[in-house]
């Protein structure tokens, strides 16, 4: 079945160091999705890329869509104490209507 | 405006007992959708609904039923709980504009 995988799983990074996360996939997609999940909370939607080699920004946020449409990236410039969570990437699942979440990257920074 | 909203927030149950998770969403979103985050595993689909009227099997069915009982509740009950089942389930729901939009979680804790 279709694997998303999420490089690192983990990082701690001092207040305004910069950070980003890797998304893999076992197939190509259609699109992929990204989450934000606090500590405690529940998965929050923050973007949708769908274009071959998409780039989209959110203020200190950058996601990227591979060439190949099967990875992705997100990368926080000068990461704050506000951006502590877990981060997920999403696709399309084949042959469902559903998404198929990647494992996550905890992001732990200290002031 | 609530969103989707899950109930109850906690439970623990004993081994073999049932209960039945509910969800709601005030959106008018066609699909819904159950998960469950384990730690290190991310988000696994345990079933979701396409449309009112049906319903699918996701990643992770065995030990579970669901129930559309119409455009806005989806219900997920375990009928004979295990320790394996311990874990915090999200209910969540997707309209024609993308991404999901999730409830608060239930944790499950059966011992």
């Known amino acids: 079945g279709q694997q998303v995988m999420q490089i690192p799983q983990y990082q701690h990074v001092q207040e305004g160091e910069d950070f980003t996360t890797y998304c893999n996939s076992s197939?190509?997609?259609?699109?992929i999705q990204w989450y934000k999940q606090r500590p405690g909370g529940h998965p929050v939607f923050l973007i949708q890329l769908v274009k071959s080699g998409e780039v989209k920004k959110q203020k200190r946020l950058t996601f990227q869509f591979g060439e190949a449409k099967k990875n992705s990236s997100l990368h926080i410039t000068a990461t704050q104490t506000t951006d502590v969570g877990t981060y997920f990437c999403?696709?399309?699942?084949?042959?469902?209507?559903?998404?198929?979440f990647g494992s996550g990257t905890r992001l732990q920074v200290q002031p | 405006n609530a969103g989707v909203t899950q109930t109850p927030k906690f439970q623990v149950l004993k081994t073999g007992q049932s209960m039945t998770l509910q969800c709601a969403q005030d959106m008018n979103h066609n699909s819904m959708y159950w998960y469950r985050q384990d730690p290190g595993m991310g988000l696994r689909l345990i079933y979701y609904s396409a449309s009112e009227g049906t319903t699918d099997k996701g990643e992770v069915p065995n030990g579970y039923n669901v129930s559309r009982l119409n455009k806005r509740e989806f219900s997920l009950r375990l009928e004979s709980a295990a320790p394996s089942q311990t874990s915090v389930y999200f209910c969540a729901s997707a309209g024609r504009v993308y991404g999901y939009t999730f409830g608060s979680g239930t944790r499950l804790t059966v011992v």
């Open positions: 197939t190509t997609l259609s699109n």
């Open positions: 999403a696709g399309p699942s084949p042959g469902r209507r559903a998404l198929t």
